[in-house]
């Protein structure tokens, strides 16, 4: 039972966690809460990858969704991927907050009429530069911010799959040398993000090992990028505020949680 008058957010999951998340952050799930959960709300996952789904009847009492990364396509067409749609195609048409992060951002360009495919210029991984459009009308949920976050912002990227073509009434909101389109917005409910801000750089450099490991990368290219990772870093702070403003509209500290098997609540 959920406490009357919190916030009630839902991770969707599209990737099973690795060794190394499960041992050092307990999995996915925490480094996201971490990332975006504040005083006063409850966070839910949902393992959307193994076909673990919100009830349909269960959607209107969530304030916001977040779809993140996987390793899988999202214009793939796997019965949960499929499913996936759906329910984002649902969850527009209530008019609920939808957070998209990296194939997240993909399989919402998807859901709603856009294109996705192989990235014209390989794999993306490492720190890129964002630049964020300044002069948009859509996105008010930056109202606010625009004093706070710089126009160019790092973050860390781990993809090969990109957007080619943003939905009809999709406005790109930012752009890197990489990647034509780093996010995109449809009206004020609706936010995908290519590259990863809850990630950090300890997660992307194992997830570096595995790639190599399984002949996804090639060696020079990974030692290049954690060469990279080693002299600079990410902005975490400005897109977590970001993320933090979309979902809700104001951005605080994460605070203290108590996880069950049910949810999370926070901790006062």
């Not at 990630?199 to 990279?228: H, M, P, W």
């Not at 509209?249 to 605070?255: H, I, K, L, N, Y």
């Amino acid at each position: 039972m959920g406490i009357e008058g919190e916030k009630r957010y839902a991770l969707l999951l599209a990737c099973n966690d690795s060794e190394y998340v499960k041992e050092v952050y307990g999995g996915y799930f925490n480094v996201f809460v971490a990332a975006f959960g504040e005083q006063g709300e409850r966070w839910d996952l949902f393992r959307v990858v193994e076909g673990d789904f919100p009830d349909m009847d269960e959607l209107q009492k969530y304030d916001g969704f977040i779809v993140s990364g996987s390793p899988y396509d999202a214009y793939a067409n796997d019965f949960w991927i499929l499913k996936l749609c759906f329910l984002l195609q649902t969850l527009d048409v209530m008019r609920k907050k939808v957070l998209g992060i990296c194939f997240g951002h993909q399989v919402l360009c998807r859901a709603f009429g856009g294109k996705v495919g192989k990235a014209y210029g390989g794999w993306d991984i490492g720190l890129r530069k964002v630049r964020i459009v300044k002069d948009f009308s859509p996105c008010g949920f930056l109202d606010g911010l625009d004093q706070e976050i710089p126009p160019a912002l790092s973050i860390i990227e781990c993809h090969q799959d990109e957007v080619w073509e943003v939905p009809k009434g999709a406005e790109v909101i930012a752009f890197s040398d990489k990647t034509g389109v780093e996010m995109f917005t449809i009206g004020d409910h609706i936010l995908g993000i290519q590259g990863h801000p809850e990630y950090t750089k300890d997660i992307l450099n194992n997830l570096i090992d595995r790639l190599l490991t399984n002949g996804c990368i090639e060696k020079g290219f990974a030692e290049d990028v954690k060469s990279q990772l080693e002299i600079a870093e990410p902005d975490r702070k400005c897109w977590e505020k970001i993320c933090k403003f979309f979902l809700k509209g104001r951005s605080m500290e994460p605070a203290i949680v108590s996880i069950s098997s049910m949810g999370v609540s926070f901790l006062p």
